[in-house]
């Protein structure tokens, strides 16, 4: 049963990342809009910033309600905001409202869905688990690229908007419905005082959470940048064709599929604080040789190792909370973290959109990205777990917590 409730879990990741195709429609929009790199880019910042947002709410109204009604709310949210894009002819805030808004909103809601669920079912496969769910979504662009693509040539951007709105629907809201807590979970106390579970707000009251949210905020900057203008970039600086352009939003979507349970189980051996040293100092480096590739095959390599390791801080970040906070509030205190999605997909895409249409190029706009990883690379070496352990109280509790060894003092 519980391989089942995989399955449904990956299969709504892989219709919620369909999100990553969205370079495909970057020069279609742009041409029936008549608007500029920015502009359109813009309505895909809305997007990652509304996930980011979504997927915080998600986490907190979980436990109460449970993960088949925050999944099917989520289809509903993310179908109907596709659909409702292919309305927005002519009209950029339209746009912006339905699939940056609405859709994002849904997306985030059910992206922490499978997260927060599956790790129940899976307690002793936890790093494996979330590696996979996770692994679904980088994939999404993957499965939806190219069927967008085909549709955008046959029918325009708008309409097939309303077509994967009807899907994503569909895909997702039939996920949620096999997707249910372990039995007993429901039961089980959803406050628990130990040395080592934090509550929100116990993990909001130290200073890892906010470096591990910087963490995947750089990451996320830099992978997020090469995803929204995959196809254009790939053209202008690879010399690909608009058909190669194409296959390309596919292909990187294996490596940032692949990324997420690769850099996850290697963190296990290594630890995370070494693995995100080696996804930045990796990421600067193509970053830096990115525009001077010599050849559309160059290009693709490096666009590949780029969303692996973009892949990889989603597929690690989980099990770097846990570590640090415990698992019984993971979707709360790692659904707030997830803002850092969005963050990141303000700064990254816009950096490089509007350097581009600055610049008319792309090669200051990489160059910058590749500059801020190599600085980011000394971060990950400054961490250390929280020394004293708060036991897990409510987030508005006015409760102090005192921990020694042995023993958990309450007083207020």
Partial sequence: MRWIIALAGTAMQVALGAVYAWSVFRKPLAAELGASITEINLAFTITIAMLGLGAFVGGLVLPKVGPRA?????????????CFAGLATGDLGMLYLTYGVIAGFGIGL???????TLVKWFPERRGLITGIAVAGFGCGALVFGPFARALIASFGPFRTFKILGVV???VVSLAAVVLRDPPGAASRPAVRATNHDRTLGGAL??????????????????GIAIIAEAA??????????????????GTIAVFNGAGRFVWSTLSD??????????????????????????????FLVLCCIALLCYGGGFGTMPAFVTDYFGASNVGRIYG?????????AALGPMLVSRLRDTTGHYVLGLQTIGAIMLVSSMLPLLLR?????????????DVTVVWAPGRTVRGG
């Avoid at 254009?232 to 939003?249: F, R």
């Avoid at 707030?336 to 990141?344: D, E, Q, Y």
């Fill in 70 to 82: 925050v999944g099917i709310a989520a289809g509903v949210l993310y179908g109907s905001g596709t």
């Fill in 110 to 116: 059910g992206y922490i869905v499978p997260i927060a």
């Fill in 168 to 170: 994503f629907y569909g």
């Fill in 205 to 222: 009251r130290t200073w890892q959470w906010y470096a591990l949210w910087a963490l995947l905020f750089l990451n996320v900057t830099a």
């Fill in 232 to 249: 254009p970039m790939a053209q202008e600086l690879g010399g690909a064709t608009e058909v190669q352009a194409a296959a390309l939003v």
């Fill in 269 to 298: 051996a290594l630890g995370r604080r070494a693995v995100f040293t080696l996804l930045f100092g990796i990421q600067a480096i193509v970053f830096v040789v990115l525009p001077k590739a010599p050849t559309y095959e160059v």
């Fill in 336 to 344: 707030l973290m997830l803002t850092a999605w969005g963050a990141g």
């Fill in 385 to 397: 777990p929280p020394r004293v352990a708060t036991a897990a109280i409510p987030f508005d509790s």
